[in-house]
């Protein structure tokens, strides 16, 4: 009974934070708000050998980050990744290493996790909030990549899209461009998985009994929490991002900070995007929705378009959902998209 438990549990936290709802939320939308274009996928990615990321521990403000990254050896740009909730960048190596080829070394490409959204607990179970995630990302390119030359282009995924906004605000010398993948940026009063998991992460007792199950699982065989996530979780998950929910997601510190994160998430999105800011810089910011995501839903692409006219969104309709990092598929159709919209963004601003 205890291991159907966990699994029930894992799945519902892992449905909620990284999948779409179960149920259809589907919301007319005007297509004039749409920037509609046929994008071909270089499916050949997924068979041929490419430069894989590197994996490092960096030392942010005296936190110990994650990062992935590829260096080019002549970069005209540098692409960041900041990842959604959970944090894990391992979850973004498919994606990483993808837009990387697709770029054709023209840019260098790192992501940088949350501070304690990883495998070992290297700040003693400390929390971090929305906000403190943000100023560790401002830090990063503060101490990371502030001698670099080139333009820093922003990709930002989930909540991820929400920081890159701020890091916007506060780096707009360094940032050229903002990319918002399956956008979290406020609260979605009919999403009922929005509710679920707001409740449990408000309540301390809660949020840690639900960290100490799924962090039992941590104390199977390898081989077993493999399989059990793989067919709880991720049938259709790569390798990649079975490796990172075993490795990351079993941890305590990590689900415990997931959840602390999400509540803090919840207190700031109840208030409305910055409209001014976006408008401002409208030419500098587009955002890809999918159909049924209940983080970023439809009625969003369409009060963002009436209150900055104008701006560039689009619909991914390939069914990839909101998780699309954990599956190669998803990784490559996404990573292609960013690479079109870095393309014309070049492009035009060469003109």
């Known amino acids: 009974m205890l291991p159907g438990l966990l699994v029930w549990t894992a799945r519902s936290l892992a449905h909620s934070v990284l999948l779409p709802p179960l149920a259809s939320t589907r919301t007319r939308f005007s297509a004039k708000c749409l920037v509609n274009y046929s994008m071909t996928v270089n499916n050949n990615l ?15 403000s005296g936190y110990v980050s994650e990062v992935l990254e590829i260096r080019a050896e002549v970069p005209k740009l540098h692409v960041l990744l900041v990842p959604g909730n959970p944090g894990v960048v391992l979850f973004y190596k498919d994606f990483v290493e993808f837009l990387y080829e697709l770029l054709e070394g023209t840019a260098s490409v790192t992501a940088i996790g949350h501070v304690s959204h990883s495998r070992k607990d290297s700040e003693h179970g400390r929390m971090f909030s929305l906000q ?13 990549l502030q001698n670099i030359q080139i333009p820093i282009v922003l990709v930002g995924h989930s909540i991820g899209s929400y920081i890159s906004i701020e890091i916007f605000k506060k780096s707009p010398e360094k940032v050229k461009y903002c990319i918002g993948l399956y956008p979290f940026l406020t609260l979605n009063p009919q999403s009922t998985n929005q509710l679920f998991i707001g ?7 809660l949020a840690a009994a639900l960290s100490y ?26 390798v990649n991002a079975v490796e990172a929910a075993c490795s990351h997601l079993s941890q305590y510190h990590t689900m415990r900070n997931v959840l602390y994160m999400a509540m803090t998430e919840f207190t700031k999105l109840s208030e409305a995007p910055d409209w001014t800011f976006m408008r401002e810089r409208k030419a500098q910011l587009t955002f890809l929705f999918g159909v049924d995501d209940h983080w ?3 009625n969003l692409l369409e009060e963002i378009s009436k209150q900055v006219p104008g701006i560039a969104v689009s619909i991914e309709r390939e069914n990839h959902t909101h998780g699309f990092c954990c599956t190669e598929a998803g990784s490559l159709w996404v990573a292609q998209h960013v690479a079109n919209c870095i393309k014309k963004q070049t492009a035009c601003t060469n003109q």
């Open 296 to 298: 970023g839903p439809l």
């Open 213 to 238: 199950l799924i962090a039992s699982l941590g104390l199977l065989p390898v081989q077993a929490l493999r399989f059990m996530v793989r067919k709880s979780l991720g049938k259709s998950w790569s």
């Open 46 to 60: 997924l068979s041929k050998p490419i430069r894989r990321a590197n994996f490092r521990l960096c030392n942010v």
């Open 132 to 144: 403190e995630q943000i100023d560790h990302k401002i830090d990063f390119i503060r101490e990371e």
């Open 199 to 205: 409740k449990i992460a408000k309540s301390h007792v």
